[in-house]
């Protein structure tokens, strides 16, 4: 590393230090030899940039519920009718659709479309759509229908040139506990929704500079890969979610800023040093699971000799550190927990092995 990068993530460290000297508390005053052992292993992407929080997104559309038996109508929107006329021309290129006449028919019905795409989503990643019958319709009931495929747009761009964030088809759902009073003009399709993007986790450096941007993008690169990372301006850097995270999304967000910007093998051995005996003897073991999983493959081997130890907490998460890491060592900690009905950590160990464990390891403990 370059000695103008040193001073970059020196000065970022005093910063850091400075901020959090002019808070500190009596009660803080405790965990004043744990935080100096941390500053002693050098900057984290925490301390020099923010995770910009994941938010749900509202989608809706509109869209055509056929199949139905005469309980449709023709009602729709002039807008809404042409716009479905352009979309189903480009679904069907090669047919000829008789769009006005299919409208016309008492077996169809245009409805509208709204959903929530959850945070931080696979691509393909299915969700569940409310369908509802558009205020002013004529039709009676959409009950045993089926919607045709619809495009979902991000609420309140309907009539703009947006690229659409997901699709939705499949039969429309409707909760028959309300009895007589069962609203049939609306209804759901069950897990119908599929989006047409892959999350991207954003993060926003506390002071902007494209040095110091890059320094972040060059070790998440050697870390997860060339392609993860990319520094779009001096403040902010786009980071894509590696594959093995796919289903661990909330893992790969908390392990971000818990890497550590600069590594040399002097540096390695403190942090190792330091991190184990944190996961072993602090009150508060996450910080330091977290940090050894940031570390990657490096923290196996200390990692190992924990996996038999006589806290279950350590077991738990030591095993839980190695098998997120692709260390088939972590199971067996692991898979004793979870077959433990008496073990607090059990719920835990089942869910790091659903998560982290290969399919025909996990079926070990169904």
Partial sequence: MRALDRKLLCLAGLLLLAACGCHESEAGKADAASRKARREMGVTIGALAEVVEAKPIVVEGYGLVGGL?????????????????????????????????????????????????????????????????????????????????????????????????????????????????????????????????????????????????SLIRNRLSERYGPSIAQALSPGDIEVRIPAEYRRRKARFTALIPAMYVEVSDDLVRTRMDGLIEELTTSGDKEAGEIALEAMGRESLTRLADLVAASDPEIRLRAGRVMLGLGDIRGLAPLRDLALDPRAPQRLEAIEAIMLSAKRVDAVTVA
């Fill in 69 to 213: 038996p005469g309980t449709g109508s023709a009602y729709c929107p002039p807008e809404v009718r042409e716009y479905l006329r352009r979309y189903i021309a480009t679904q069907l290129p090669n047919e000829r659709i008789r769009f006005d006449a299919l409208l016309q028919s008492k077996n169809t019905a245009v409805v509208s479309l709204q959903a929530t795409i959850p945070p931080r989503p696979s691509l393909g990643e299915h969700f569940d759509v409310h369908v509802a019958l558009l205020p002013g319709s004529e039709a009676t009931s959409i009950q045993g229908g089926w919607l045709y495929k619809a495009e979902l747009l991000a609420a309140g761009t309907f009539g703009l040139d947006m690229r659409p964030l997901a699709t939705v088809d499949g039969q429309v759902f409707i909760d028959p506990v309300g009895g007589a009073d069962t609203d049939v003009r609306s209804g759901h399709v069950l897990g119908g929704g599929r989006t047409l993007y892959e999350h991207v986790m954003m993060l926003r450096l506390r002071r902007p500079n494209f040095r110091v941007a």
